[in-house]
């Protein structure tokens, strides 16, 4: 105990240290944009040389990925070690040196259900930012009905061909690569007869169209299939089939557990950089104290705060091997209605100034109308309320 | 001791052995009964309480105590919510256990179950220690305490009385306060038994002109807080977490019943509208059940640090429980109304352990204060 402690300061000294000499203060200037983000990929260009820098001493140090196998690139850090990494970032105010769905989805995926081959093709990659990653799941008629995906992959002997139409892809345009959910037995009941897909978004017959939400331009496009090509096999990079044919519902379902946590993760605590008192005392005096707009401010708080507790327990438990599971439901639920109900707060302290499309507030409008979308995305409350009900609970099916 | 929110393996054999133990000794019907015989405590089961270490859950090991700390005080008090176990744990073991660190004796006679213990604080409908005005006047080398404590819990079954008097100042000032141990026969010392709503051990403390020595001084004279305040947050850790355990209570037999009942020739469980709710309060007391940890874990690691972690907690428990009775209740339809049913039971407890230390409001407020805001 005490040595495992000891190790641990010394660790936190240690990642302290390479964090303020690694990552220049321009960077540490609080809330990040939509631009402060690096996502990498085939066509990236950084900001600014300052990001570039940050990026470039993270990958070399595999902390783009901290609890990657060093391997694949990443910095082997154990649970403890990344936990203090996260904190060590916030206080420092460091912002990730690289985001992507190849971190967030593709990576967990194929460390668990991928090969050696798969892993030592994509991973690397992954973790140095040279691949950009977007995830094929939801189509026009599977959205919470996710395994009646109609997207069909044919076996023509040495390849695939696949035809159909993918929504909600997040990215798809900037992607250079996608993960998708694709039928590849129709005769199957709908769960087992779906494949987990990886497919180079520059095959011949691959389109993507962005959409427009209610919040303005969106990351999220169509993307379309129209006889495309996917090798059976990637050479040495192994199969283009991620864990069984025809089970790439279970891939599924572990990632869109992982998912969830993701996701849930997002409305803990901070936002934008600023904590929600720092926020109230920005206001105009009469709005700060009004007894209404406080009270919500503080029950906001209060809940924030124990859900961040819960998000530190759960991955406590995860880690401990303890397993989440189904349970993860709860954070996805808990975390986006929690979201909203700040974006809410937010909205109406900010009075007339919030209901500018660029106001005072800069993009707050915009972020609100968003965030009605974290309940819909990765599974509705109205579908993790199912999941924990019937899973967790054992309530009875009708 | 553990960081971690995660229950260690030791803690987790605590909780499986009190639930047990509490289901076979202290179940909901023992307090049924005991509401029905018009009692309010329980004289053997707090003996017996005693006996495995309860009672001395944080008094000293060199005082007789098992010295198990907050985190496993609290698990303690969450099992006994879960089945409504009535018992001075809070009051005596927990708030004045805290208050007399130091004191060998009085320690040991906690531990030992000789002695139970109440905390008599409050003078009006809300929690407010500040606001204090029952008067300890200097007479001579001792003080002479005139007032009225309302609220105050196992304050029938007491023996002693730990009193909140203003020595100097005005009403709202946290100075000049001083907290008395005082013997719960002492002359000018009468207790109204108030008969609550949870059937519990509550009283009005009338105080005319009690004598006190110095010697009855817990801590220093004028400076209450400096030993209150860490007794008061121990025991709203405790009240949170015995809230915790009410909603899990609650939770549990609730989910039974949405199994169990059938209408329209199904399984009440089965519709939709229900399992969402359930699956809601299910988990509204998964987040509570981190803020309760984290106040425990807080109060033995870095206790002076500890008071946002404890409103928190507080704050969030009542919410938590006031959802799961109301809940409760209403999906249990009719037989839930009735007195034969044991789920009204929580519902009458969660509304006075949600008054108790501080409600809602004081807690919520302490948590924004401590935010910045």
Redesign the interface.
Known sequence: MTDEVTRLASFREEIADWIEAACPATLRGGAIGEDGIVWGGRNWTFANPDQKAWFDAAVAKGMTAPMWPQDVGGAGLSRPQEKIYREEMARMNAPPPLESFGLWMLGPALLHFGTAEQKAMHLPPVVRGEVRWCQGYSEPGAGSDLANVQTRAEDMGDHWLINGQKIWTSYADKADWIFALVRTDREAPKHKGISFMLIDMRSEGVTTRPIRLISGKSPFCETFFDNVKVPKDYGAGGSAIVGELNRGWDVAKYLLTHEREMIGGGARGLLGGR????F??SLEESV?EDPVI?AE???L???S???G??M??YK??AE?G?GVGD?SA?LK??GTELNKRRYELLMSASGSAGVEWDGPHGSLAPEWLRTKANSIEGGTS?V???I???R??????? | MSL???ETEDETMLRDSARGWLADHAPIAALRKMRDGGQTFDAGLWREMAKMGWAGVLAPESAGGADMGHRAAGILAEEMGFGLTASPFLSTAVIAATALQGAQEKLAAIAAGEVIYALAVDEATKHAPERTSLYADRIGNGFRLSGTKVFVADGSAAARVLILARTSGAPGEALGLTLFDIDADRIGLSRMPRATVDSRDHAELRIESVEATGEDVVGDVDNAMAVLAPALRAGQAGIAAEMLGLAGGACAMT?GY??ERKQFD??I????AL??R???L??EI??????V??AGRMLDTDPIAAEMAVS?AK??ASKTADLAVREGVQMHGGIGMTDAYDIGFYMKRARVAAEWLGDYGYH??R??AA???
């Open positions: 904590s929600l008192g720092e109230i005392g700060a406080r401010a503080m029950a708080e209060v809940d705060l124990a859900f507790l819960t530190e327990r406590d438990r401990g303890k349970a709860m639920y808990y109205e993790m309320l199912d924990l009900s019937k967790v609970l054992g309530m009875p099916s009708s | 971690s929110l995660l989910l949405l199994k199904r399984t469980g089965s519709f939709q399992q969402h359930a699956a809601h299910w988990s998964e987040v509570t059940a981190s803020a940890a984290h928190l704050a969030r919520a407020a948590v924004a935010r910045g805001f």
